[in-house]
């Protein structure tokens, strides 16, 4: 952050599409994907659970099967989830993964990983739900596994819920380091592994309120910021979109509503302060029309106002 009195420095601002893999069918996410990479979308990213965490009943695709399969239909977006649950793959496991979804998407893997919050889902399949010091501890020796394997060297580890002998990764990823989100907002346990080990902090919609307070606790790390956004192509349907996102997303806070130019302004005003990337949810499912209107009214109008 700028010290007092200084102006804020301008710095690149770029913009993801949150699309949860639930009421819609493989076709239409991929149809939904390559439309915001043709705009200039920056990345996509999607869940990683077993059950859709309101509805159960809903069909819900495997986030990492999404994940390779639209690898290979696009060419320039960067893939990720917001969040891997740490307790569904083995670190080295998931470091396999990671390594060959990199290679497969030719250096495009964006890796957001969290302690996995939802101790039903854990329960319901059998995983076992630690408390939440015991997950956050375990994520740690998770975020050390993945460090050693994506070097492609022998070692061997030993954690409190891991242990290696003579474990190597490879191939290894293509980027020199993948990037590593982590996102959240307890002082107790997830900003200090977010501070340490992750590129990127990730505030989630319902920490937004408290931004200012949460930054210099995750100083030195780029931060991202998740919102629920409904946007109006115009005054006429402003009152309408807005009770419409209130209603889906109501209970999640950090919801952006209006015109693109409320929209732009608001986002605006929090990439002033310090967020780089924008990790959007929108409420009509990410409709082509709505996404072409965002890339062509929001986006350079917010990149615009940092500029100055």
Same mark, same amino acid.
């Given at each position: ?38 705009? $200039? ?83 319901? *399949? ?28 022998? *070692? ?5 819920? *891991? ?5 190597? $990764? ?83 806070? $950090? ?18 302060? $310090? ?34």
């Amino acid at each position: 952050m700028a010290a007092t009195g200084d102006a804020p420095r301008a710095h690149p601002v770029n913009f993801g599409l949150y699309l949860p893999q639930l009421r819609m069918s493989f076709a239409r996410i991929e149809e939904t994907v390559l439309t915001a990479e043709s705009l $200039g979308f920056h990345s996509v990213w999607f869940m990683d659970h077993l059950v859709a965490p309101a509805d159960p009943e809903l069909e819900v695709l495997e986030g990492w099967t999404v994940a390779a399969a639209l690898s290979r239909r696009t060419s320039r977006i960067r893939i990720g989830h917001l969040t891997l649950c740490d307790a569904f793959r083995h670190p080295s496991v998931l470091a396999k993964m990671a390594a060959t979804l990199d290679v497969i998407s030719g250096g495009r893997l964006e890796l957001g990983l969290g302690w996995g919050s939802v101790e039903q889902e854990l329960r319901a *399949f059998g995983l076992d739900p630690l408390p939440a010091r015991g997950r956050a501890e375990r994520l740690v020796e998770t975020l050390e596994i993945l460090e050693r394997m994506f070097s492609g060297e022998h *070692f061997s580890f030993r954690g409190r819920h *891991f242990r290696l002998d003579d474990a190597i $990764g490879r191939p290894t990823p293509v980027q020199d380091r993948v990037p590593i989100h982590v996102g959240g907002t307890g002082r107790r346990l997830t900003l200090p592994i977010a501070s340490r080990y992750a590129d990127w902090w990730n505030c989630p919609s319902y920490g937004v309120d408290r931004l200012d307070e949460l930054l210099p606790l995750v100083a030195g790390t780029r931060v991202s910021v998740q919102h629920p956004v409904g946007l109006a192509s115009g005054r006429a349907q402003r009152e309408t979109v807005i009770e419409e996102t209130e209603r889906r997303f109501g209970a999640w806070g $950090g919801l952006v509503m209006g015109t693109p130019r409320e929209v732009a302004a608001q986002l605006a005003e929090e990439a002033q302060r $310090g967020v780089e990337l924008f990790i959007c949810q929108f409420s009509d499912f990410a409709t082509p029309r709505t996404l072409r209107l965002f890339a062509r009214e929001v986006m350079p109008a917010v990149r615009s106002a940092v500029g100055r």
